[in-house]
């Protein structure tokens, strides 16, 4: 008899799309109030087509985003999704430093709780900014504040983010911290391939991720996660023609077939809310091994 092959965990990081790092640089924060909102009709479409596929997800949904759409939020919960963190202004954890990441998830927290009417315990960090070298506080001050996970670490090498040296597997960075479920990545040629979202996912051809997210569940045993944003679905949206060129292939490149994709991707395997699938990882954290690329 061979056991079922996991589940994996479907995510959507709630955002809109002049918050993302690519674009930092060109669309500042207080241009962000007057910028063409487009997150709650994406986001709509996301509902639409994980209810189409009878999944439930998590969105780790932004404190600024929820202040301002809370209706939005609470058809996200009332719908059987788990409700998360993405922090409230989408800060780089590593630059704000260690008060004021505090003060950024204790306000997401909030504001996320009153618009949604559930408890949220998830977190992930802005741009996958936390890290054993960078941030070696964050899990710790997650669980002071009254979350039960991260799910905020890339362990690959990445010209914006990444955490190489960090476990590929669910694991408790710190004694006193919440345990971290990081992105999904496959081991092969010596190195940590994504295999998780992102760029990648859009630029790759489908089955070739079909296939190292089927080795991923199957050779090892793991259950993947995987995120995607609003944004990506949304080849609509304004065109950031000042961004440098590299940022703009990264966020513009196949949007119009991303949807498509992911209806496929839900069909193609089993997904469940981070929550759900990683349980037993965030009630009986392993320590983290200390061997890399563990
Ligand atoms: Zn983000």
Known sequence: MTAPPPRNAMSVDVEEWFQVQAFAGVIPRERWE???S?????????LARLAEAGVRATFFTLGWVAERHPALV?????AGHELASHGYGHELVHQIGQARFREDIRRAKVVLEDAGGVAVTGYRAP????GPAITPWAHRVLAEEG?????????????????????????????????????TTLRAFGRNLPCAGG?????????????????????????GMFYFHPWEIDPGQPRVAAAPRRARFRHYTRQGSMEQRIVRLLRDFAW???????????????????ARAA
Not at 74 to 78: G, M, P, Q, V
Not at 205 to 221: D, K, S
């Open 127 to 130: 741009t996958f900014s936390v």
């Open 34 to 36: 007057v910028s063409d």
């Open 272 to 290: 469940g809310r981070v929550d759900e699938v990683f349980a037993s990882e965030i009630a009986a954290p392993a320590p983290a091994p200390t």
């Open 38 to 46: 487009r997150v709650v009709a994406s986001t709509d479409r996301i």
């Open 199 to 223: 760029g990648w996912f859009r630029l790759a051809p489908y089955p070739l991720f079909r296939t190292a997210l089927r080795r991923v569940n199957q050779a090892e045993g793991r259950a």
């Open 147 to 183: 979350y039960r996970y991260s799910s905020s670490v890339f362990p690959l090498r990445h010209d914006l983010y990444g955490a190489p040296d960090a476990p590929r597997g669910p694991h408790l960075p710190d004694p006193e911290g919440v345990p971290e479920l990081p992105m």
């Open 74 to 78: 609470r058809r996200i919960a009332e």
